[in-house]
DNA sequence: TTTTACATTTTTGAATGCAAAATTTGCGAT
DNA sequence: ATCGCAAATTTTGCATTCAAAAATGTAAAA
């Protein structure tokens, strides 16, 4: 298995909770599970502790990074302007046939919300935020929007979501689709802002918690 | 030697030039001046790579990172996006004592600036940016600045710095300093990306390349 | 003289082994 | 029974070792 792929692996062991945040991650049964010795693990939990997704403790070993309420916050405010930099840049650079696709995948999306489907709503959302991002042209910008996205989507948070709250969020995105439709890069990034911070208000008066234990408190409205 | 010392100590060595862009990083070599073996060296290597200072060929070593002129556009970018939301962070949260010490170091900048004393100008130039980024109080920002940054000081481009660009820099700042102390969010926001954007004009204009065999090509005007 | 096939050497990537550090266990004293 | 302390065990971090892959060198053939 190549060196990249144990990251790949380990990471989505991560993102599934099933190392849940702030448990030690047990060495001697992920070589056994992934038929690789300590080494090439251990390079693999090195990198991941520079992504922040790995909390490495001298001599103590390695835990599940453990995200506080602070934590949640920055990355929420980051997230928000990787986006907005990516509208913008996205509005410039974005071919046709990507406007249109994304306008299929908004369709999509909008049904998916008809429908009262939350999980593949969200699955759809994501997809939108990643197609703008894409188009960006910006390799570096995609690189930095994957690390704080998985980090945040790491916590794997439930917030009460409200048919209030969800029709403003169809109705951001309509205005999303949009602007870009229009090329509207500043508008774009106006919107996309709203958006992020209106998720992250959702996020953390939620109450967005990671306890000691290592699960994480979801308080649901 | 502790882990991160191993990595910080070769990314000196790769921000220090002193293995050029796409020259091979010499195992052997490096493990007998860190005094380590191969293991902590190849871990910290992988970390590098994440970082994107490194390049890592399976089978065939690493590399220390070429940038192509797409590469140096792109940080460029995301640079500008980063600094942006540090300088509206930051209006928000910087305390009088934050604003005074950054005051401070413009003064001496332009004490530097009327000396011809380039070298001291620029870094005290990078202070500046650096407290600011700092005084946003977000970490996660913080950390993707450093990791932008260093890759592209990295290339140690050399620009022509003419008198008329050096004062247009200078006056920047003072606006720069001024929309700080007014705590102009959106105004130090908007006068940071036309600062990065004409250091990045002035960067790719200058010819900016990474030669294949590991030196780098400096067209001064 | 150039090219190609093959053997040798070097280098890479990963497993194992070993010493140091931390954690757990066991036992005696209170 | 509980607390404290020392021995035993486990775990960590790194050096070493080993197999496989790539690079290099050599010699024979065109």
Known sequence: MLHEDVVSRIRAILLDGEIPPGAR????????????????????????????LVQLLPHRGSRAAKLTDKDMRDL?????????????LACERITDAEIDAI??????????????????????????????VSAAGNPVL?????????????ARYVTPMTPQRWALAVKEHDA???????????????????HLRHKREEVLQAGFAETEGGDLTLKIA
């Open 76 to 88: 929420f405010e980051v997230c928000q302007g990787l986006e907005a930099l990516a509208g913008e």
């Open 142 to 154: 995609a690189g930095l929007y994957t690390s704080v996205t998985a980090r945040i989507r790491r």
């Open 103 to 132: 306008a299929a995948a908004h369709a999509a999306m909008v049904q998916h919300y008809r429908d009262g489907d939350l999980i593949q709503y969200y699955r759809g959302n994501r997809a939108i935020h990643e197609a703008i």
């Open 176 to 194: 999303i689709l949009n602007a870009l439709q229009r090329r509207d890069g500043a508008g774009l990034s106006h919107i996309l802002r709203a």
């Open 25 to 52: 991650i047990p060495e001697r049964e992920l070589c056994e599970r992934l038929e690789i010795s300590r080494t090439p693990l251990r390079e693999a939990l090195k990198v991941l502790a520079a992504e922040g």
